[in-house]
């Protein structure tokens, strides 16, 4: 019988990384309010840093805010802001240094999706996952970076690894996240000399999150079978939040401009038709599949 396939574990960053390891530091985060973005904030705050979250809806931001300093000695100030407006991302920049005195940490994460073809959308549509994920992007980066580059600190920027192949119904968001990977390499070379790093997250299949929800179709749950997936199971969002601690932290101090895919393998796969993951468990089941040499 072939053996089991192995299942990665999930585990929480507070059980590798110490906690203390951001005290003092401060994240200002964009769609902090839901999602993977409010997960990264949690592991960044549990690690010692107060944060600021910015999105659109107030009501949703607070009771994440709330949510995230419950018990952890930290403050998280929830800030309404569009950052398709320059200056609501300058105001709620003004208002994380008016109350924390600092940033040091940025995490672009606010963004917009929804799957449609070219002919189902409009260019209103198309216009608009642009300027939420890359204008957003800008407008964050601009707004901050004075105060980045005082603390020397760090940016992630949430992105997508869809834009690596033609994704059917994706036309908006890949073109919106592969300008943002772009941003972000043009980011690190031009800040690494003023002490600033700038890196992006790629995740992949994410379970339980907005994202997949909105990419979902009816009767099923939007994540790709598993079975083509080397980790053994879909993505959980503290594997995004402990990509961001160690990113963050010093230990990633001479990773500068990259793209972290952080998607169990699944980028990587090609199979040739062979069954996975049994061909690789079990060698002799898939024998009988493969031509004898020539
Ligand atoms: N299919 C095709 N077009 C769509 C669409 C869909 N499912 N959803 C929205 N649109 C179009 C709208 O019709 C509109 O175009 P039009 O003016 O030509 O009709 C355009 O997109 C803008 O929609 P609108 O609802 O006015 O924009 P918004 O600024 O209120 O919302 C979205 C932005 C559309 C990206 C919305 O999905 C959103 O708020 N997303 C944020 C949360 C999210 O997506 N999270 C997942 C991140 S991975």
């Not at 339980?208 to 083509?228: H, V, Y």
Request: a positive charge.
């Amino acid at each position: 019988m072939a053996p089991k396939a192995h299942i990665t574990p999930v585990v929480d960053s507070t059980s590798v990384f110490k906690d203390g390891l951001f005290d003092g530091k401060v994240l200002f985060c964009t769609g902090g309010g839901s999602g993977i973005c409010k997960d990264m904030t949690r592991a960044v705050m549990r690690h010692g840093a107060d944060a600021i979250i910015v999105g659109r809806n107030l009501e949703r931001l607070k009771a994440s805010a709330e949510e995230l300093s419950k018990g952890t000695g930290r403050r998280c100030l929830p800030v309404q802001g569009d950052v398709r407006q320059p200056k609501a991302v300058q105001e709620a920049v003004a208002k994380a240094v008016e109350a924390f005195g600092r940033i040091d940490f940025v995490i672009c994460g606010a963004a917009g999706n929804f799957l449609a073809p070219i002919s189902g959308l409009s260019e209103n549509a198309f216009r608009t996952v642009i300027e939420i994920d890359t204008l957003g992007t800008y407008n964050t980066i601009k707004a901050t970076l004075p105060h980045v580059r005082v603390s020397k600190g760090s940016y992630i920027h949430v992105s997508a690894t869809l834009h690596y192949k033609g994704t059917p119904y994706q036309i908006h968001v890949s073109a919106a996240k592969a300008a943002v990977d772009a941003i972000s390499a043009v980011l690190a070379v031009e800040e690494g000399p003023h002490g600033i790093r700038s890196n992006v997250i790629a995740p992949g299949p994410i379970g339980g999150t907005e994202g997949m929800d909105r990419l979902g179709t009816k009767g099923a749950d939007g994540l790709q079978n598993i079975r083509g997936i080397p980790a053994g199971r879909v993505g959980d969002v503290r594997d995004i939040s402990n990509t961001t601690v160690f990113l963050f932290s010093d230990a990633a101090s001479f990773i500068t401009g990259h793209v972290i895919v952080v998607d169990g393998g699944n980028e990587h796969l090609r199979t040739f038709g062979l069954p996975y993951p049994e061909a690789v468990l079990d060698p002799q089941s898939v024998k009988a599949l493969i031509k004898p040499r020539l």
